[in-house]
Structure formats: structure tokens, C-alpha cells
């Protein structure tokens, strides 16, 4: 984290089925993120990542390129899970 902070919260994938079908995740951790903290989540570890109102700007590393794979998503009001390509990237020139 460079700046601002963020809320994570870590589960533990209790019961799963087939995508479409409702798992069961129990929470196993939370905390904040704040400039300075590394944070290390490893493949597949469900997982939320909550920004507040301000500013946060984070340098995320990750095994394989953004929108190749598909990620494994949960609606917490239904239980229910499906496929997703995840989160966009945003291109940004560095000069």
C-alpha cells in the first residue's frame, strides 16, 4: 500500500459446488492495510478488498495478466458464486 488505507477481510471456502450453485465461506481474518503493509493473498484465496471515501493508490503483483483468467466471485447476500474476469486494468503511461 503507497497511500490511504484498505479494509481486508480472508475466508476459508467451507463447501463448494458447481459456479452458479451457493458455497459457504467463513471469515478468517480481518484488518487494515495501511502505506508501508505488503500484503500477500495466494492464488485463489477468496478474499475482499474495501476502500473508504479518500484516496487509496496500491501496487498489486500478480501471477498471471488481468483478464485472462477468470476469478471465482461470491454475492455475500446469496451465498452464490460465479465466473468473472476480475478487475480491468487501467492503462496508465509511465514516463
Do not use: C
Not at 9 to 17: A, D, F, I, P, T
Amino acid at each position: 500500500m503507497l497511500s490511504g488505507s484498505e479494509q481486508v477481510v480472508r475466508y476459508e471456502l467451507e463447501e463448494e459446488g458447481p459456479v452458479g450453485a451457493v458455497g459457504k465461506l467463513r471469515e478468517t481474518g480481518a484488518y487494515t492495510v495501511k502505506p508501508g503493509f505488503v500484503d500477500v493473498v495466494p492464488p485463489r484465496m477468496p478474499h475482499a478488498e474495501t476502500a473508504g471515501d479518500a484516496r487509496t493508490v496500491a501496487l498489486i503483483v500478480r501471477s498471471e495478466r488481468i483478464g485472462v483468467f477468470n476469478h471465482r466471485m461470491w454475492r455475500h447476500t446469496t451465498g452464490e458464486h460465479f465466473l468473472s474476469p476480475g478487475p480491468s486494468q487501467v492503462p496508465f503511461a509511465l514516463t
